[in-house]
């Protein structure tokens, strides 16, 4: 894939275009004690070209993250007694939906099993293309049906351990498994598939097939995937297909970290430090 090609032809900023020109991106994502994962995914997106980006959270942790987020829109949603999300909520979040591009879910959300079920009947009835990491994937684990009943399409970002928790099967670091078990998913579940790790592997239903280049250990950090996952979904967003998204965010994502690394080394790089390289990293691909 051309990705520098595919940064001119998608990334393009019309004179004429306005906030709901680049995207209108939902993230629900965050829980008490994760408040950090709905940050850092909604700022991916934000730092990806996004228009509006609206995080929705648990009303038990709605001030923290309030308090903290100037750029980003925050919705409270109704909790659980653990401060996560509520199936109360889930009214609330289809109308809002309706109003939205582009669904970012999972990261943070926990593993309460009251959320869990919200996860999965959002996944099911909502018609938004969906971009599932973290909690979101573990809500699947046992229900991989759910993908089948999903109304749009969806890319799903497991790293290797997400991967066969949800998959099953073995996984191992050669170049010739993690592409295959990846295709076999993507063509089996009909979802883009995205294998994180050393040369992430992005798998379309159809077959194609992509290696990235970019990356280094030194993102091998917590909240690396969650900015991953809001980039994915801005980049949706702004006319890709889920494929391209994909393709286009973890090389980006990969390409911001190794500008990090540059500055800051592999040993102190954190999650934050690659939404901080995400403007070099989309300007030196020729974006505006």
Do not use: W
């Given at each position: 894939?051309?990705?520098k090609?595919?940064?001119?032809?998608?990334?393009r900023?019309?004179?004429?275009?306005?906030?709901?020109?680049f995207?209108?991106?939902?993230?629900?994502?965050?829980?008490?004690?994760?408040?950090?994962?709905?940050?850092l995914?909604?700022?991916g997106?934000?730092?990806s070209?996004?228009?509006?980006?609206?995080?929705?959270v648990?009303?038990?942790?709605?001030?923290i993250?309030?308090?903290?987020?100037?750029?980003?829109?925050?919705?409270?949603?109704?909790?659980t007694v653990k401060?996560?999300?509520s199936l109360?909520?889930?009214?609330?979040?289809?109308?809002?939906c309706?109003?939205q591009?582009?669904?970012?879910?999972?990261?943070g959300?926990?593993?309460?099993v009251?959320?869990?079920?919200?996860?999965?009947k959002i996944l099911?009835?909502?018609?938004?293309p969906?971009?599932i990491?973290a909690d979101?994937?573990n809500?699947?684990?046992?229900?991989?049906?759910?993908?089948?009943?999903?109304?749009?399409r969806?890319?799903?970002?497991p790293h290797?351990?997400?991967?066969?928790?949800v998959?099953?099967?073995?996984l191992?670091d050669?170049g010739?498994?993690r592409?295959r078990?990846?295709?076999?998913?993507?063509?089996?579940h009909g979802?883009?598939l995205v294998l994180?790790?050393h040369?992430?592997?992005?798998a379309?239903?159809?077959?194609?097939?992509y290696?990235?280049?970019t990356?280094n250990?030194?993102?091998?950090?917590?909240?690396s995937g969650d900015?991953?996952?809001?980039?994915?979904?801005?980049?949706?967003g702004?006319?890709?297909?889920?494929?391209?998204?994909?393709?286009?965010?973890?090389?980006v994502h990969g390409?911001?970290?190794?500008?990090?690394?540059?500055?800051?080394?592999?040993?102190s790089?954190?999650?934050?430090?690659?939404?901080?390289?995400?403007p070099?990293?989309?300007?030196?691909?020729g974006?505006?």
């Amino acid at each position: 894939m051309d990705i520098k090609k595919l940064v001119r032809e998608k990334l393009r900023r019309p004179a004429t275009g306005h906030k709901g020109t680049f995207g209108r991106i939902f993230v629900l994502a965050g829980s008490r004690g994760m408040t950090g994962a709905a940050h850092l995914a909604g700022m991916g997106a934000l730092r990806s070209g996004a228009g509006l980006v609206t995080i929705g959270v648990p009303d038990a942790v709605y001030l923290i993250i309030a308090k903290r987020e100037s750029e980003l829109m925050v919705r409270p949603l109704p909790s659980t007694v653990k401060g996560t999300l509520s199936l109360k909520g889930f009214s609330e979040i289809k109308r809002f939906c309706f109003t939205q591009n582009v669904l970012a879910i999972g990261p943070g959300l926990s593993q309460h099993v009251t959320t869990q079920q919200l996860i999965r009947k959002i996944l099911q009835e909502t018609e938004l293309p969906a971009v599932i990491d973290a909690d979101g994937l573990n809500a699947l684990k046992g229900h991989l049906k759910v993908l089948k009943a999903c109304r749009a399409r969806a890319v799903l970002t497991p790293h290797p351990g997400e991967f066969t928790r949800v998959f099953g099967g073995a996984l191992d670091d050669s170049g010739v498994l993690r592409p295959r078990r990846a295709l076999e998913a993507a063509r089996e579940h009909g979802a883009v598939l995205v294998l994180k790790g050393h040369r992430t592997v992005v798998a379309s239903p159809e077959g194609k097939v992509y290696v990235n280049s970019t990356g280094n250990p030194g993102m091998a950090t917590a909240g690396s995937g969650d900015v991953l996952t809001g980039m994915i979904a801005a980049l949706a967003g702004q006319g890709c297909s889920l494929f391209e998204a994909a393709c286009l965010g973890v090389h980006v994502h990969g390409l911001a970290g190794d500008l990090a690394v540059k500055k800051i080394g592999q040993v102190s790089l954190t999650a934050g430090d690659i939404v901080s390289f995400l403007p070099d990293a989309f300007q030196s691909l020729g974006a505006a």
